[in-house]
């Protein structure tokens, strides 16, 4: 479809709520600013998503869509929308709201996906039912990352010692635990790193990945810094984008390493790669060929062999090609 940038003066993104699945969905954000300029940029997402967008200049406004609200509190939300009058929506929830909001142009409800499509594209092609762009952006709209958060992590990365040296960010966490690569195997990982490669880690996460870094530093032979906790979610992007590698189960700092192009060693069990993968143009897969790989389940009938089964020497030798290629 031809639009008239000189026409659209308001755009919603109706974004998604988990943090990952959040950063899959900057791409169509920043080609949205990108073609449409001067036009005002609002985004819709879950509540933990909200700083995401702090500070961010490019976004004009940020709604909150609670999940857990009452049907009337939400259909006075949707309502609410109406009075911003937006000249295109790009829901990527497939739901009504740009209907119920008003919206002059809209993507459709439904649309068809291939099976192992990933999820980065599936956005993609459902912007491109309303906007057929040229190419996808080479500027990041969607993350803004301030002076302040860059003077932070300078600050953080000092005060424990790794100054200007080249470090690793390691994410053990995910949100789900069955996604989680052994402690045993990243503690011998990252001392590995440490003693021949010479290169410093920092543990990164939110607060509740605090306890699972400090349980892998006990079993450490060597220091390394714990970072988890310490950061909000720009900070955090202002840390990855000065990593020489991010080491990362599949979760939120797998696709925010990805988004800012930061070379990615991902550890896969039970989801699917080609839906989920690092989409980087510096990234790799590490994931066993077994039966019942993807299964794409929260939990194992088995022995969790997905995950127990990868060997630090095998993602130690990953490692040291990227940092060292």
């Known amino acids: 479809m031809k639009l008239d940038a000189s026409k659209i003066k308001n755009i919603l993104v109706?974004?998604?709520?988990?943090?990952?699945?959040?950063?899959?969905?900057?791409?169509?954000?920043?080609?949205l600013k990108e073609n449409f300029p001067v036009a005002n940029l609002h985004v819709v997402v879950g509540p933990k998503a909200k700083s995401f967008f702090k500070d961010n200049p490019h976004i004009a406004k940020v709604h909150i869509f609670n999940k857990h609200d009452s049907g009337i509190n939400q259909l006075r939300w949707v309502l609410h929308l109406r009075k911003e009058q937006f000249d295109l929506a790009?829901?990527?929830?497939?739901?009504?709201?740009?209907?119920?909001?008003?919206?002059?142009?809209?993507t459709p409800l439904w649309t068809v996906r291939?099976?192992?499509?990933?999820?980065?594209?599936?956005?993609?092609?459902?912007?491109?039912?309303?906007?057929?762009?040229?190419?996808?952006?080479?500027?990041?709209?969607?993350?803004?990352?301030?002076?302040?958060?860059?003077?932070?992590?300078?600050?953080l990365l000092?005060?424990?010692?790794?100054?200007?040296?080249?470090?690793?960010?390691?994410?053990?966490?995910?949100?789900?635990?069955?996604?989680?690569w052994p402690k045993?195997?990243?503690?011998?990982?990252?001392?590995?790193?440490?003693?021949?490669?010479?290169?410093?880690?920092?543990?990164?996460?939110?607060?509740?990945?605090?306890?699972?870094?400090?349980?892998?530093?006990?079993?450490?032979?060597?220091?390394?810094?714990?970072?988890?906790?310490?950061?909000?979610?720009?900070?955090?992007?202002?840390?990855?984008?000065?990593?020489c590698l991010t080491l990362v189960n599949d979760s939120a700092i797998m696709h925010m390493a990805s988004y800012l192009d930061v070379p990615t060693l991902a550890i896969f069990g039970p989801t699917d790669p080609a839906k989920y993968g690092p989409w980087g143009t510096k990234a790799k897969v590490i994931q066993r060929d077994i039966y019942c790989v993807p299964c794409e389940k929260s939990g194992c009938q088995y022995g969790h062999e997905c995950m127990s089964d990868i060997q630090p020497s095998e993602v130690y030798e990953g490692a040291k090609v990227m940092i060292n290629g």
């Not at 109706?14 to 080609?31: A, H, K, M, Q, Y």
């Not at 499509?117 to 990352?145: C, D, G, P, W």
């Not at 021949?196 to 220091?223: N, S």
Request: overall charge positive; proline content about 2%; some cysteine.
């Open 184 to 243: 045993e195997s990243f503690a011998q990982v990252c001392d590995r790193i440490n003693q021949e490669l010479k290169i410093k880690i920092v543990f990164v996460g939110d607060q509740a990945d605090k306890e699972i870094a400090k349980e892998i530093l006990g079993k450490m032979k060597t220091r390394a810094v714990n970072a988890c906790g310490s950061t909000s979610l720009t900070q955090l992007a202002a840390l990855l984008s000065r990593a």
């Open 114 to 155: 291939a099976k192992h499509m990933h999820m980065k594209q599936k956005h993609l092609n459902r912007l491109k039912t309303v906007f057929q762009f040229a190419r996808e952006s080479k500027e990041r709209y969607a993350l803004f990352i301030s002076d302040a958060d860059k003077k932070y992590i300078d600050i």
């Open 14 to 31: 109706v974004s998604l709520s988990n943090l990952g699945d959040v950063i899959l969905t900057f791409p169509v954000v920043d080609i």
């Open 90 to 106: 790009v829901d990527l929830r497939n739901t009504a709201i740009p209907i119920l909001a008003g919206a002059k142009c809209f």
């Open 158 to 180: 000092r005060s424990d010692g790794v100054a200007q040296e080249r470090f690793i960010a390691v994410g053990p966490g995910a949100a789900n635990t069955a996604k989680r």
